[in-house]
């Protein structure tokens, strides 16, 4: 409640009972605020599970990007590969035929590689 003073200024106060709050009226919204600081954590994202099968590289073997690893694809496994990077056109076709051998045909486009010969100089 506001109440004028007698020079004019304003008083800011309340009687008890006049707008305030009891214990009951302040426990929902400290609950509320309780609850939405712990939210982060209950949201929080778990460990991602891994692939089953480990990824294929650029040159269509198992690795990541243009490095091999020593995992294994599972026995049995064919996949056909095709990418474009840093203007070479990479195709791959590999073949897991035991756990330990990969094989692979890779058949590459160079289009800006400079003819070798004579003429090249």
């Not at 919204?29 to 692939?51: K, M, N, Q, T």
């Not at 690893?69 to 064919?78: C, G, K, L, T």
């Not at 094989?103 to 003429?119: I, K």
Request: proline share 8%.
């Amino acid at each position: 409640m506001v109440k004028p003073d007698l020079e004019g200024k304003v008083i800011w106060g309340h009687k008890r009972g006049e707008g305030s709050r009891s214990g009951a009226a302040w426990a929902l919204p400290c609950l509320a605020f309780a609850a939405a600081l712990s939210l982060p954590g209950a949201l929080r994202a778990e460990e991602p599970v891994p692939p089953d099968q480990p990824s294929l590289n650029l040159y269509g073997m198992t690795g990541l990007i243009d490095m091999p690893s020593a995992e294994m694809q599972p026995d049995a496994q064919f996949s056909i590969t095709s990418s474009f990077f840093g203007g070479y056109l990479r195709n791959t076709i590999s073949v897991q035929f035991l756990p330990g051998l990969e094989t692979a045909f890779r058949y590459s486009v160079l289009d800006e590689m400079v003819g070798g010969g004579s003429d090249a100089l």
